[in-house]
């Protein structure tokens, strides 16, 4: 990890660095190379969105919001919620609005962790999760995820989890794998938490990216976890905004009321015009979420196609916008060094996988992200095809 700023001796985050998307963005800029490392499109937010931002911010919609999300945007949370997966949610009580799915992230952590409980996490894992859990005083507990497909090892998840688990991190659809859980998944997730106390925080950011015909699933669909769950969702996936940095959490009302004691003072309250905005185009455009999965579905097809003749062997995508690519016949430099030399040499940006991982992986994988223009794509698989 690259430690680019001056740290105490006494520093939190002994082993925090710079982020390893902020690292890989800055090289790519620096080299002139095609960023297909961090997550962002390189695509627009639909236009009457953001028409709908300069019509509140004329119409003086520019003050502080209610703390816990504009009632308008709950509400159409709620009925997003309701028309997509059935649920049933309780807007005054179980929706906040925060600032990205990291700002939920770091308040449901801070919420219910407490120095020296127990957080175990799936790896590879986001990058947030672990910084969020240690500044919180946790113990760590990371169990690697099932090789080749990175589905959960339940014998490994089941030897981890004990009395001390405050709470159990999952990400579905993940990233950087693109592997999505299945209802299955949440009962045995939830015959291993219902004995315990934990709680299982559920990053679900990609909701709608769920490709080949299949659904995403929920943590809030399962009966048994519904009242111990957080679950994360970001507006920055869903309108090509990732800049806006607008997400929400929905939990039970007990938790969603110590959700708030955190949110109330990292961030107070989230961009006014911007969730007017939101709530009225969700109310005009409800199948707008419809259109992503086959939308990114023909992007990942597409960049697949594109690098059929290169010597990077891809792995299967069942969602996110994100594709892992093993570069084992190309090299056996470890994974930083060959992102490095991919910028350098080929003017092409990937994330490396081992920097979301405690042990390393059993294999050379990178991540592209793929949620890209056409011509984006194909310079950069012209440039993948040399490698
Ligand atoms: N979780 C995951 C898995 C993500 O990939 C991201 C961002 N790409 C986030 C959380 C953070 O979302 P936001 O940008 O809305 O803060
Ligand atoms: N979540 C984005 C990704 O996975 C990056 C977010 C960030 O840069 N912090 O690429």
Same mark, same amino acid.
């Given at each position: 990890?690259?430690?680019? +700023? ?43 969105? *953001? ?20 009632? !308008?945007? *709950? ?103 693109? !592997? ?18 934990? +709680? ?28 111990? *769950? ?18 929400? *959490? ?31 185009? +969700? ?105």
């Amino acid at each position: 990890r690259r430690q680019s +700023m001056m740290s105490l001796p006494d520093s939190k985050l002994p082993g925090v660095g710079t982020t390893i998307f902020t690292v890989m963005s800055q090289l790519a800029a620096e080299a002139g190379a095609i960023n297909l490392g961090q997550g962002f499109p390189d695509f627009q937010p639909p236009a009457r969105l *953001c028409g709908l931002i300069a019509e509140h911010l004329a119409a003086g919609h520019n003050q502080y919001a209610p703390m816990p999300g504009l009632p !308008a945007l *709950c509400e159409a949370i709620a009925s997003h919620a309701q028309r997509r997966y059935g649920l049933s949610i309780d807007v005054a009580n179980e929706v906040t609005v925060t600032a990205g799915g990291t700002e939920a992230l770091f308040a449901a952590i801070h919420a219910v962790v407490r120095p020296g409980d127990e957080v175990v996490m799936l790896d590879p894992a986001y990058d947030s999760y672990g910084p969020a859990a240690e500044l919180a005083g946790a113990r760590l507990r990371r169990v690697p995820l099932r090789m080749p497909d990175f589905g959960i090892d339940y014998e490994r998840l089941a030897a981890a989890i004990g009395p001390r688990t405050r709470l159990l991190i999952v990400n579905t659809p993940h990233n950087p794998t693109g !592997a999505v859980l299945a209802a299955s998944d949440w009962e045995r997730i939830a015959d291993l938490i219902e004995p315990t106390g934990a +709680m299982v925080l559920s990053d679900e950011v990609y909701e709608c990216l769920v490709f080949d015909g299949r659904r995403h699933t929920s943590v809030l669909s399962n009966e048994r976890l519904r009242g111990r *769950c957080f679950a994360v969702f970001s507006f920055g996936k869903v309108y090509n905004a990732t800049g806006w940095k607008i997400g929400y *959490c929905v939990a039970a009302p007990v938790l969603t009321a110590e959700f708030r004691k955190v949110h109330q003072f990292l961030t107070f309250s989230v961009s006014t015009p911007v969730q007017h905005a939101i709530a009225d185009f +969700m109310r005009e455009e409800p199948a707008f979420h419809d259109g992503l999965a086959p939308f990114y579905q023909s992007r990942r097809d597409h960049f697949a196609t594109l690098l059929r003749e290169s010597r990077l062997a891809l792995r299967p995508v069942a969602g996110t916008y994100f594709q892992l690519a093993d570069y084992g016949a190309v090299s056996d430099e470890p994974d930083i060094e060959f992102c490095m030399r991919l910028i350098r040499e080929h003017g092409v940006a990937a994330i490396p996988l081992s920097p979301f991982c405690a042990e390393p992986l059993q294999a050379r994988l990178v991540r592209f992200c793929f949620a890209k223009e056409d011509g984006t794509l194909e310079r950069a698989s012209e440039r993948l095809r040399n490698v």
